[in-house]
């Protein structure tokens, strides 16, 4: 196991992001992403991450007029 410092970033964070780039790539590669979604899946098992949420950006939560279709 990596001993990596954590602290300015969420549990599994870099397993997450790196899924949500690889739907985005074109072509898509569903090997690669399955692959990933397995690595996400182990660390959240692993650490026994309960929830995941984005940062806020600029309160636009608050504001439900912001909503896009």
């Given at each position: 196991m990596a001993t990596e410092k954590t602290s300015d970033k969420p549990e599994c964070?870099?397993?997450?992001?790196?899924?949500?780039n690889c739907v985005t790539q074109s072509p898509f590669d569903q090997d690669k992403c399955l692959h990933l979604l397995n690595a996400l899946r182990e660390c959240v098992v692993s650490k026994k991450v309960k929830k995941f949420s984005l940062a806020e950006q600029g309160h636009q939560e608050a504001s439900p007029t912001s909503k896009k279709a």
């Open positions: 964070a870099q397993q997450a992001l790196d899924l949500l």
